[in-house]
């Protein structure tokens, strides 16, 4: 009712029109007094849903972030509106910054800083940014967790699992997209994200894995002035991604800029496996001291992902056989890894997938309708029953918001051409024999470790065996099933039965009021009691 309410306030009608409870909601609103002396807004479009969005809170500030990447799934009016949720959010006051900088790090922003400035740099949705310069001449950005922003995304989050519990209850593709899950994932994502230390951390990760490298700088941290709520890390002074025109001018070579995207990107996943989750254009800036070799700097660490070894196996094979048009291998892949139900038929989803993919091959960016070819990609997902992979939530997320730069800054790129020689290379270091014996050599440690506990694991076995303590704990999930259908069946067999309680006492009760000697209320009475003692 809150979001309903916001979004007819904007005049988002055409947003809401749709839901069963828009027309009741909108002539309720209207009809209230406090909405007869708040005046409409009258902006464009674009504006009213920011304005809304910005309303509503964080998460659905996040939201708009996130789309915003996507100019060719979006009208260009909406896109420009959201873009400013990326680091243009209304601020709060300089002097609680300075508040709460100082009560973190316990002396006066004065002594800490050689310089300060009050205005902000710029402002998301979870933090805000100002410049300053240390005492040694060092310009540094401070970034300062907004108040009570913690109690605004909980409260958010509370609504979200609520949705995904009812979504899983009652949606016939509830379950299959694990809605609580994703929630309960991004939960995590959001959560983390407030914790500027952990980020801190991130950017020092991200630091070493491209340090000496020619296509991504990281900022320098200063442990030393960060706190949970505080972040102090060198500033960058470079062009914002977005600005395409200063890009130009400054004769950036935005094809190179493009490529070095795309192999950063899987530099990340599958090299490092450690990946900035958060690539909006707010958040990427280029170094253009060359311009014919372009650096990417990134900032705003808050949220990366990792994989498992698993995922990051079948994740590289797909990518691979997806390259060389081998689609019976990717639908092969889909059933071993378990992202498809094991009677699956093969040479079906091979068909699907064809058929979905074929038409996008050796075609540029601009030529590529992702927004057709991800409804098909869902069409076939449902099909098929395939489940969602929760743990798969950030990459896919990047990947959407990847996908979008590449659009920005050179929608001629050859996406294949340019990731398949990357994924080819990694895959050739993973499978070597060098490689091979280098994985060896990480787990040898553990291995051995394993070993000397054999003797003492055994030991315990045969002393639980003979005490008759060693159980064997097997996990059944059409069992799980079942017991959670039976709970269930139970919770409406007592709704039943106190329901049916109550409605022979009210029977009784009336029946008394009106005539206390009536004869059936007796049969009244027996009869509660025999569903009472039932």
């Known amino acids: 009712m809150q979001i309903h309410r916001v979004l007819v306030k904007h005049g988002l009608d055409e947003f809401v029109h749709g839901t069963r409870f828009a027309g009741p909601l909108r002539v309720a609103y209207l009809a209230s007094p406090g909405a007869w002396f708040q005046a409409r807004h009258k902006g464009t479009r674009g504006e009213r849903l920011r304005l809304a969005l910005q309303e509503l809170g964080p998460i659905f500030m996040k939201f708009g972030q996130a789309i915003s990447t996507r100019r060719d799934l ?50 998301a949705t979870i933090a805000q940014v100002h410049a300053a310069t240390l005492k040694d001449g060092q ?60 980020e801190a951390a991130n950017a020092s990760q991200l630091r070493r894995n491209f340090q000496g490298s020619h296509l991504l700088y990281a900022p320098n941290v200063y442990f030393d002035l960060c706190r949970s709520n505080v972040l102090v890390m060198e500033r960058i002074r470079g062009v914002q991604i977005s600005d395409m025109d200063e890009l130009r001018k400054r004769g950036t070579n935005i094809q190179r800029l493009a490529e070095s995207g795309v192999e950063i990107f899987f530099t990340q996943v599958f090299r490092h496996n450690f990946f900035h989750a958060d690539m909006h254009p707010g958040n990427i800036f280029v170094l253009t001291d060359d311009p014919d070799r372009p650096v990417y700097a990134a900032i705003d660490f808050g949220i990366v992902g990792t994989l498992d070894p698993r995922d990051q196996h079948y994740l590289a094979e797909n990518f691979l056989a997806f390259f060389n048009h081998d689609f019976r291998r990717v639908a092969q892949l889909h059933v071993d890894s378990g992202w498809l139900p094991a009677g699956t038929r093969v040479d079906e989803v091979e068909s699907a997938v064809r058929t979905v993919c074929e038409p ?8 590529i309708s992702f927004g057709q070819v991800l409804t098909r990609l869902f069409e076939t997902a449902q099909r098929f029953d395939m489940e969602i992979q929760p743990q798969l939530f950030l990459l896919q997320k990047t ?29 050739h270091a993973r499978m070597s024999p060098r490689g091979v014996f280098r994985e060896w050599k990480k787990q040898l440690p553990d291995l051995g470790e394993a070993i000397r506990n054999v003797p003492t694991l055994i030991q315990q076995v045969l002393m639980q065996s003979s005490e008759g303590r060693y159980r064997i704990n097997v996990r059944n999930d059409g069992v799980e099933e079942l017991r959670r259908e039976l709970r269930a069946s139970a919770r409406r067999r007592d709704q039943t039965i106190l329901a049916s309680a109550l409605l022979f006492s009210g029977v009784l009760w009336f ?12 049969c009244l009475a027996a009869g509660a009691v025999v569903v009472l003692r039932r």
């Open 139 to 198: 310009e540094v950005i401070v970034k300062v967790v907004r108040p009570n922003i913690r109690e605004l995304i909980e409260r958010d989050l509370e609504v979200m699992r609520a949705l995904a519990v009812q979504a899983e209850k009652y949606w016939s593709l509830g379950q299959k997209l694990k809605a609580i899950e994703v929630v309960r994932e991004y939960e995590k994502t959001i959560l983390d994200e407030l914790d500027l230390m952990r």
């Open 511 to 522: 029946a008394l009021v009106i005539d206390p000697f009536w004869p059936g209320a007796a």
């Open 74 to 123: 979006l009208p260009s009016d909406i896109a420009d509106e959201l873009a400013k949720l990326q680091d243009k959010v209304p601020p709060f006051s300089s002097a609680l910054a300075k508040r709460t900088i100082e009560a973190a790090l316990g002396q006066p922003v004065s002594e800490v800083f050689a310089s300060f400035d009050e205005m902000p740099l710029a402002a």
């Open 360 to 367: 996008i091959f050796n075609k540029p960016l601009k030529d």
């Open 399 to 427: 990947l959407f918001q990847i996908e979008g730069l590449g659009r920005q800054l050179y929608p001629d790129l050859d996406l294949w051409k340019t990731a398949k020689p990357i994924l080819q290379e990694w895959m």
